[in-house]
């Protein structure tokens, strides 16, 4: 199909999704999650020291990309606004999700700075090196969006919420566990979204989803020194290869989207749905090794700690 004709089939799907998702949308404060009384000033030229909220590096390095990606915001609302639109349900959507979005860099930084958990001068350094790169994964197709938006919405709230878990500040937790509810809500409109998409044109949707699923980033790109925090996210078990197939691939792929149960599909699609199902069991592998050679890593700081 068509992707003008697409979008023109969508938008009263979009309109019934953006209802729902105000109708269920819990208004919040970013200013009553920061625990204020915890902060002090900062001194001109005053160096930060770790020591001023010992934790583990791998959630550091996690709070540290989920704040940077939330401070990406200007790039990922200019994507997605050509991609679907400025006018109608669409263009409703995307300013509502681009002013809850904001709440969520307004929060995680204000909360990071009291309490001292990061770097002030080296985030804001990084927020300015990353801003002006303005690097976001871009896509073409209103399909590739669709499947890459509800994945990606799915992997942050799991990120957020597994990286509060971690923090041993329950206030913390908190503030984590509000910005993944937003998550959540965000996955569930596209995932729906992707649901009527199906119904229309399955056999894009599939090329899609083979696409997106290969080439999957998380939003993170540009982030100074990236690659070396996603591998200590991944070693913490915060995200990894098993929680991307485990807990969004097979949740939406295979249960919600039931991909393997589609008919009708054309020979192009029939032969992308195979290697959507391989380079699935490929990536649970993968997953499988990694976190077996993490866990044998592990073993003898585990073994001492307990000691």
Do not use: C
């Amino acid at each position: 199909m068509d992707q003008t004709a697409l979008l023109n089939e969508l938008e009263p799907v979009a309109a019934g999704l953006l209802d729902k998702h105000l109708a269920t949308a819990k208004e919040w404060f970013p200013h009553e999650l920061v625990p204020w009384s915890r902060g002090r000033d900062f001194e001109p030229d005053e160096v930060w020291s770790e020591d001023e909220a010992p934790m583990d590096p791998a959630v550091r390095s996690s709070l540290f990309v989920n704040l940077l990606t939330e401070d990406n915001l200007p790039y990922y609302f200019r994507t997605i606004e050509a991609l679907f639109g400025r006018d109608s349900a669409w263009g409703t959507w995307v300013r509502r999700w681009t002013a809850e979005e904001g709440r969520h860099s307004i929060v995680l930084r204000d909360y990071l700075t009291v309490t001292r958990m990061l770097d002030p001068v080296a985030l804001e350094r990084a927020r300015m090196q990353q801003v002006e790169g303005g690097e976001v994964p871009e896509v073409d197709l209103v399909t590739d969006g669709i499947v890459y938006v509800t994945l990606q919405e799915l992997a942050t709230r799991i990120a957020h919420h597994n990286t509060g878990k971690l923090l041993t500040d329950k206030v913390g937790y908190e503030v984590m566990k509000r910005v993944a509810a937003d998550e959540n809500r965000h996955h569930l409109f596209y995932r729906d979204l992707g649901t009527a998409a199906l119904e229309l044109d399955p056999s894009s949707m599939v090329l899609a989803m083979e696409r997106q699923v290969r080439e999957f980033e998380m939003p993170g790109t540009g982030i100074p020194d990236f690659e070396s925090h996603a591998y200590a996210i991944a070693r913490a078990g915060i995200y990894d290869f098993t929680v991307h197939h485990d807990s969004v691939l097979v949740p939406v792929i295979l249960r919600h989207w039931n991909v393997e149960a589609l008919e009708g599909l054309t020979p192009e699609a029939e032969q992308a749905r195979a290697k959507l199902v391989k380079r699935m069991e490929r990536i649970a592998r993968v997953g499988r090794r990694f976190t077996a050679r993490r866990d044998e890593e592990l073993e003898p700081e585990l073994a001492a700690a307990s000691a």
